[in-house]
């Protein structure tokens, strides 16, 4: 069955993966392996990289109830706290050297907020108040230092001055806003407020998804615009379509951890519309294209856009039961994952991305932006959504 298959694959391939990167000598994970799966002990730490995996193990050690996971997220939280987290001036930095010093400083609002989904998990896992008092003090520092009256800033040097957003912005254009910091501070919040209910929380998750209706979501297109001025206006005619379809689900997340009728009124009709146009524009080939510009797709499979495909269109099944070929396009994909995602070799997880004929890209195993994250979540979504097929 789909879900045991799931499970078999976390249990026995991503899961021991990532456990096998731990640096018990420097602190943190193993920052880099080459795609020929050759480790580099001395590469780059990401702390994105780190957050994403403290929240997978913490993640992992809730949705599989197996307390013997527990260690790792341990080991990724202490990293986090004595070495990612700027003690002087707050806030996270972008990346560190293998042994934990400060490399590059800059606070970028996306990291804090991956930050505080990883420290919110954890805490659910650990019971550590030090990890929750430490994400909302994050909460409470991108609500004061990092915004304008219109949304989320991008970019700020050690002490939280403006900087140019060359991390998050792509496809030629320089973005002062884009769709993808605001969903994944929606993202973190909405953990933070499952950890620790809290009003202002709330407040806030409220105010990101009056923007995501207002600015982010075109009905024209039915689709979200991906990189905007400081006012929200458009940069360039480009859907992601993997970042479309993880919004279904995750803005879906969020209206279930707020509970709040008007909300779901407003933005549960969009999350449709934005699941079911991937399955019309993207879906195919039993996999989903990275995305479209300027009228022209790129046809790539990449690794996290397939996982997030298979949680948004079981998501949309759930919500439509009687359309069963979104639940038929979830274990496509899943089937397409293991022919040709899967890294099979010896040592392996995930490619990074195939072409259109199937045969794996050249990208890193591991980096900075590959992870356990996407799918390691997708695993236990599939798990949550199907304990009763199991």
């Not at 795609?35 to 913490?58: H, M, Q, T, Y």
């Not at 615009?225 to 859907?239: A, H, T």
Request: include cysteine; proline fraction near 3%.
């Amino acid at each position: 069955m789909f879900a045991e298959e799931v499970k078999k694959h976390l249990a026995t391939k991503i899961l021991p993966f990532w456990e096998g990167l731990i640096d018990r000598e420097n602190g943190g994970y193993i920052g880099f392996v080459g795609r020929d799966l050759v480790r580099d002990p001395k590469a780059e730490k990401g702390c994105i990289l780190n957050s994403r995996i403290l929240w997978f193990f913490s993640s992992c050690c809730l949705g599989l109830k197996d307390p013997s996971i527990l260690p790792y997220a341990d080991h990724a939280w202490k990293f986090l706290r004595d070495h990612c987290y700027d003690r002087v001036n707050g806030g996270v930095f972008w990346f560190l050297s293998f042994d934990g010093r400060p490399l590059d400083t800059t606070k970028h609002t996306y990291n804090q907020a991956f930050a505080i989904y990883a420290l919110s998990a954890y805490y659910r896992a650990s019971g550590n108040r030090e990890s929750l008092a430490m994400a909302m003090e994050l909460y409470q520092l991108v609500e004061s230092r990092m915004k304008d009256e219109f949304g989320y800033l991008e970019a700020f040097d050690r002490t939280f001055h403006p900087v140019s957003n060359e991390k998050l912005s792509e496809n030629g254009v320089m973005a002062e806003k884009t769709m993808n910091t605001l969903l994944h501070v929606l993202e973190g919040y909405s953990g933070l407020c499952e950890a620790n209910e809290d009003e202002a929380v709330k407040n806030s998750i409220r105010w990101i998804l009056d923007i995501f209706a207002a600015h982010i979501y075109n009905p024209d297109q039915g689709r979200q615009e991906v990189f905007f001025d400081r006012g929200w206006n458009s940069l360039i005619d480009l859907c992601s379509y993997g970042h479309d379809i993880e919004s279904s689900w995750l803005l879906d997340r969020s209206l279930d951890i707020l509970k709040d009728p008007i909300y779901r009124s407003k933005i549960a009709p969009i999350t449709v519309i934005l699941a079911e146009n991937i399955y019309k524009r993207a879906y195919s080939d039993h996999s989903v294209f990275n995305e479209c510009e300027r009228g022209r797709i790129d046809a790539t499979r990449v690794w996290w856009v397939q996982a997030e495909s298979i949680v948004g269109f079981l998501n949309l099944w759930q919500k439509k039961a009687e359309c069963f070929e979104y639940r038929r396009a979830a274990e496509e994909i899943w089937s397409y994952i293991q022919t040709y995602l899967v890294d099979h070799r010896k040592g392996g997880e995930w490619f990074w991305a195939v072409h259109a004929d199937h045969t794996p890209t050249e990208q890193p195993i591991v980096e900075p932006w590959k992870c356990p994250y996407h799918n390691g979540r997708m695993c236990l979504e599939v798990l949550t959504r199907l304990e009763n097929e199991q």
